[in-house]
């Protein structure tokens, strides 16, 4: 079982300091007058103890507190440009970062959970037991920012006020990650003492990018230590290892969620949308997506935007479920982003006014970058993630050498985009009508499916595969992905599946506010219906009539054919939802190739799961339950109309119509 505050903090360990005062006399000798002044004006004392061992144990040249003012942001990026972490291109505001060549994604065959004694960590995660990673944190952190500022950063990750939020310090040497800090989540100085009195935690990250050299590399850890809500990161350049406000934070919000707040909250990898329905009414979207697998897009294809990627929810007391975003900004993928796909968000890629750091993207001879994908003409030659580039270039292998590396990114404000709601600084969350479930899955589900019950809906969000992304260096092929979520996910997947029930099926959520919950697909292949392309058996703009479809489905005004895996839309209803939404015809021919049930690999997938879950510990009895019942109605359908069960098929055997 998971406990807060067990085992020795590693900081605290390493660098000796144990109280208030003690902590004090670190700032008076280590800081700059303006920065003591600063600091002081902090009274926590185990945010002053956690911020004064970071000190002691990484050493640092000079030290800068950051209180959120635009002069600190201006000195922030000044840095990152000086050190070379950052480089200005044309457009205002613009500037490029380019990460190791071979560090362009999350290194988890190096990042470890910190385990102590009888702890159950995830079956899918990396751990390491205290007393190494004691060890190993004190080898390769002591001493590393010699010759370096620490920037110390104190942010919220949600609004300020909102009960799920949390307040968090980020410790770090690199002006790029402190720069994307101040781009990506909320400046919490003025504020920081009261939120952390009022939700009596807080998370810490420590950073130092080292010496920035391919050879370090087998040196660069990640190590989250739950008990002490404490990331440690080194040797690393990639934001999604060092900038552990995000994913790393992420873990401890669903280890909260899991183990102290289960029934009550849950963290998410999730987007949050709103999309206006009849009458003008605003409807709230959270919905899951391994990284890579379309997440941005679809919270685009929404008419009121609040985040790409994660997602605090929690019961209200007015029985509805509440979601706020722990982030104010995007770290989005561009590879395919487009003016036909995602209009609004390339808006502020191309146009002056907003303020952007690209990575590993190419950059031409006149500083203007480029992306795989992005529908426009490809210049010849540039720079991009690995050096000089031009056409045709291969590398030592032969094989072509991308544009852009797959998991390119650009960085900005969510304020920024022209669907950008307020709604998304309210503490008091946005109501969540709609939970939907993806991953990139080429040849097995529907567009879109919706549970009949919580219990089925849980079973949708456990059971995503996904093909791997470029985000997680190393990784191949088609792998499960439950909820999306998994990478993040500290303890046993049976306790986060059990704080899934316990959350869903709550006698607190008003009837009338039971979500809908729902699956989506619109990675399916024309080859995997028959076709002969490897393109989509579609396009991207079409998921928002599979949105509009479970909006109107939210307030029960579509009727829908029942299928063992959930409810599937008519026909009739998606010719008027594609006219109406996106003005686009939509063929009877494509409807069924899209929605026909391939039974022999739902099956396929069914029994993947199944053994899967059957080897881990603690899985509730109603997600085998579930599945079994699902199997069983496919097998049914398959022995009435062959492996191959179209929507008329589908509705007339539910209906009791036998052919």
């Known amino acids: 079982m998971f406990e807060k505050k067990k085992g020795e903090d590693i900081v605290q360990e390493i660098g000796g300091i144990r109280s208030m005062e003690e902590a004090v006399e670190v700032f008076e000798k280590r800081m700059p007058s303006e920065h003591y002044r600063r600091i002081r004006a902090l009274r926590n004392p185990e945010v002053a103890v956690k911020i004064a061992n970071a000190i002691v144990m990484c050493d640092p040249d000079t030290i800068y507190v950051n209180t959120g003012s635009e002069a600190d942001r201006t000195f922030i990026r000044e840095l990152a440009l000086k050190k070379g972490e950052e480089r200005p291109l044309p457009m205002e505001g613009h500037t490029i970062h380019f990460d190791l060549k071979e560090e362009q994604g999350r290194i988890i065959d190096r990042t470890f959970y910190i385990k102590n004694p009888g702890e159950t960590v995830s079956s899918l995660a990396l751990s390491k037991d205290r007393r190494d990673a004691i060890s190993d944190i004190r080898e390769k952190m002591l001493g590393i920012m010699r010759g370096h500022t620490m920037i110390i950063g104190f942010y919220m990750r949600g609004p300020a006020g909102a009960p799920v939020s949390n307040p968090a310090l980020e410790i770090t040497s690199s002006a790029y990650v402190a720069h994307s800090a101040e781009l990506l989540y909320r400046n919490a100085y003025d504020v920081f003492d009261r939120e952390v009195e009022r939700l009596h935690h807080f998370y810490a990250n420590i950073h130092s990018e080292g010496l920035n050299r391919p050879e370090d590399l087998p040196n660069a850890r990640v190590y989250m230590d739950r008990s002490h809500q404490t990331t440690y990161s080194m040797h690393c350049t990639y934001a999604g290892n060092t900038l552990l406000l995000k994913k790393g934070n992420h873990r401890f919000s669903v280890d909260r969620s899991v183990y102290e707040k289960r029934g009550s909250e849950l963290a998410e990898h999730m987007f949050i949308t709103g999309m206006e329905g009849d009458g003008g009414r605003v409807t709230w979207f959270t919905g899951a997506a391994p990284s890579g697998c379309g997440k941005t897009t679809t919270a685009m294809a929404g008419d009121f935007f609040v985040g790409d990627d994660l997602a605090q929810m929690w019961i209200a007391k007015d029985g509805t479920i509440r979601s706020v975003n722990p982030e104010c900004g995007i770290f989005g993928i561009v590879e395919d982003v487009n003016w036909e796909g995602d209009p609004k968000l390339m808006a502020c890629l191309r146009n002056p006014g907003t303020e952007v750091i690209w990575s590993n993207v190419l950059i031409d001879d006149k500083g203007i970058p480029h992306w795989t994908g992005n529908g426009e003409p490809a210049p010849e030659k540039g720079i991009n993630f690995q050096g000089p580039w031009h056409k045709g270039m291969t590398d030592a292998g032969g094989k072509p050498v991308p544009m852009s590396h797959p998991n390119a990114r650009c960085t900005l404000r969510s304020s920024a985009l022209v669907n950008y709601s307020e709604a998304a600084e309210d503490p008091e969350g946005v109501i969540t009508r709609v939970i939907t479930y993806s991953g990139r899955d080429s040849d097995t589900m529907p567009p879109v499916w919706m549970a009949k019950t919580p219990r089925d809906g849980i079973i949708i969000g456990a059971c995503i595969v996904s093909a791997a992304t470029a985000t997680e260096v190393g990784a191949t092929g088609v792998k499960r992905a439950p909820w999306a979520n998994a990478p993040f996910t500290p303890g046993s997947l049976g306790d986060y599946m059990q704080a899934q029930f316990d959350f869903f099926e709550s006698p607190r959520i008003a009837p009338e506010y039971q979500p809908v919950m729902a699956g989506l697909n619109y990675f399916l292949t024309h080859e995997a219906r028959g076709g002969a392309s490897k393109g989509l058996l579609g396009e991207k703009k079409d998921v928002k009539v599979w949105l509009s479809w479970l909006e109107k489905c939210a307030y029960k005004e579509m009727e829908a054919i029942s299928t063992p895996i959930g409810l599937i839309p008519k026909f009739e209803d998606l010719a008027v939802l594609f006219r109406k939404r996106i003005d686009k015809a939509y063929p009877e021919d494509l409807?069924?190739?899209?929605?026909?049930?391939?039974?022999?690999?739902?099956?396929?997938?069914?029994?993947?799961?199944?053994?899967?879950?059957?080897?881990?510990?603690?899985?509730?009895?109603?997600?085998?339950?579930?599945?079994?019942?699902?199997?069983?109605?496919?097998?049914?359908?398959?022995?009435?109309?062959?492996?191959?069960?179209?929507?008329?098929?589908?509705?007339?055997?539910s209906e009791g119509r036998r052919p």
């Open 591 to 653: 409807y069924i190739k899209q929605f026909s049930l391939y039974t022999d690999n739902i099956l396929a997938r069914i029994d993947l799961q199944l053994e899967a879950y059957g080897k881990e510990s603690g899985v509730p009895q109603a997600f085998f339950e579930g599945l079994h019942e699902q199997r069983q109605g496919l097998t049914a359908l398959k022995e009435t109309y062959g492996p191959i069960v179209t929507p008329r098929q589908a509705a007339a055997f």
